[in-house]
């Protein structure tokens, strides 16, 4: 089982900037092959938002692109979303997740982070 803790949620103006952390925490943490960032606005369905590999291979949703960046620190078992020029549009509640193989696949969210942006 993988624990993930997310912080750095919060109100933010549009244009601003705010950086998400996710921590990961598992006896068979070696077994990740990738943490990303969902998300869910209310009333819609749950959305990708970026993912990175161990090897630092780097996916974004269109909507984010050249605007949030994902990142890992592997001996600190965290991964970040830097998330810059903040918009309306990017409100949010923010999930961690991670996915890997162990015996067999799995995935793993956190508990969620709010984000809000205000006009």
């Known amino acids: 089982q993988v624990q993930l803790v997310e912080s750095g949620g919060g109100l933010v103006q549009a244009g601003g900037s705010l950086r998400l952390s996710c921590a990961a925490a598992s006896r068979t943490i070696f077994s990740i092959n990738t943490m990303g960032w969902y998300r869910q606005a209310p009333g819609k369905q749950r959305e990708f938002v970026a993912v990175i590999t161990t090897r630092g291979t780097t996916d974004y949703a269109d909507s984010v692109k050249g605007r949030f960046t994902i990142s890992r620190d592997n001996a600190k078992n965290t991964v970040y979303l830097q998330m810059n020029s903040l918009k309306p549009e990017d409100t949010a509640v923010y999930y961690c997740?991670?996915?890997?193989?162990?015996?067999?696949?799995?995935?793993?969210w956190g508990q969620g982070t709010q984000v809000t942006v205000s006009s």
């Open positions: 997740n991670a996915q890997g193989t162990y015996y067999r696949p799995y995935a793993y």
